[in-house]
T-cell receptor
Framework: RKEVEQDPGPFNVPEGATVAFNCTYS??????FFWYRQDCRKEPKLLMS???SGNEDGRFTAQLNRASQYISLLIRDSKLSDSATYLC???????????FGQGTTLQVKP | DTEVTQTPKHLVMGMTNKKSLKCEQH?????MYWYKQKAKKPPELMFV???????INESVPSRFSPECPNSSLLNLHLHALQPEDSALYLC??????????????FGEGSRLTVL
């Protein structure tokens, strides 16, 4: 089993749609969680950190479920510019590592 | 614009060459990382330096040799690489060292092609 797992997609959605991605992790000692966005042939960039209480930034909402060991990302009112690969990243203090999921590809169409 | 600077952006080398990738950050971050990324795959951790000391080596072949001359610089020395080593090499930094795993700040990467 991979340490961090995501559905690779692709998710093809129309503009204005709401789309949700999930990510599961296997290390129960994980304590830091992030969503990164990566555009084609570019470096990953932090989209948002994920906190236990959940957090929202504009059209983006992230949630953490420690009991079930998954995090989620919800994108509302999708824009063409949201088309990218979304990477789930999980950090564990018992290993000192930040591990990436395989990424979920989103394609927003007009 | 990224505050982690990587050079060169592109590198083509033969299997017998010796080359180096360089990374620099001036944010006072205490941890620096090398990741390798193949097309359509996620970044894979190679090395972590924490407080200028190598803290994690993910069983990377010895043809890759990291070096951290000071807290702002991270190098990756390359020697006798194979064509399958062709990839995007990403440097990242993080504010905290030790086993704290905080946000990563990435450079734009060095795209390596081994002929």
């Amino acid at each position: 089993r991979k340490e961090v797992e995501q559905d690779p997609g692709p998710f093809n959605v129309p503009e204005g749609a709401t789309v949700a991605f999930n990510c599961t992790y296997s290390n129960s000692a994980s304590q830091s969680f992030f969503w990164y966005r990566q555009d084609c042939r570019k470096e990953p960039k932090l989209l948002m950190s994920v906190y236990s209480s959940g957090n929202e930034d504009g059209r983006f909402t992230a949630q953490l479920n420690r009991a079930s060991q998954y995090i989620s990302l919800l994108i509302r009112d999708s824009k063409l510019s949201d088309s990218a690969t979304y990477l789930c990243v999980v950090g564990s203090s018992n290993t000192g590592k930040l591990i990436f999921g395989q990424g979920t590809t989103l394609q927003v169409k007009p | 614009d990224t505050e982690v600077t990587q050079t060169p952006k592109h590198l083509v080398m033969g299997m017998t060459n010796k080359k180096s990738l360089k990374c620099e950050q001036h944010m006072g971050h205490r941890a620096m990382y090398w990741y390798k990324q193949k097309a359509k795959k996620p970044p894979e951790l190679m090395f972590v330096y924490s407080y200028e000391k190598l803290s994690i080596n993910e069983s990377v072949p010895s043809r890759f040799s990291p070096e951290c001359p000071n807290s702002s610089l991270l190098n990756l020395h390359l020697h006798a690489l194979q064509p399958e080593d062709s990839a995007l090499y990403l440097c990242a930094s993080s504010p905290q060292g030790g086993r704290n795993t905080g946000e990563l700040f990435f450079g734009e990467g060095s795209r390596l092609t081994v002929l």
